[in-house]
Each structure stands twice: as C-alpha cells, then as structure tokens.
C-alpha cells in the first residue's frame, strides 16, 4: 500500500466560443516503488510522456 504512481499533465486551450475549444497538452505517467520494479521486470518503462490532442465541447 502507499503511493505507486504519479501523474501529472498540462493542457493549452483556446475557446473559439465557449462550447467548442481545441486543446494540445502533454502528460507525465511515472510508476515508483516495487510498482516500477514490477513494470520493469516485465520489460515496460516505468515513465511515460504522452502528447495529446483534442476537442472540448458542451451543448
């Protein structure tokens, strides 16, 4: 028990109107402790960078 993963993202969006708004960010997963020791031995990588993409929209 205790803390086993991190996790931490930014996004950057802009309200074209505020029901639609397009956004890029990029996200931070990082796995610590025996969790990470487990990811690694089974030949995973314990941090992860993602870059996402999308849409926001609310009717």
Request: glycine share 12%.
């Amino acid at each position: 028990s205790g803390l086993n993963n991190l996790k931490l993202g930014f996004r950057l969006r802009y309200e074209t109107r505020r029901e639609f708004a397009p956004y890029v960010g990029i996200s931070l997963d990082k796995s610590i402790g025996d969790t990470a020791t487990l990811v690694r031995d089974e030949g995973g990588n314990p941090s992860q960078i993602r870059f996402v993409v999308g849409v926001r929209a609310w009717f």
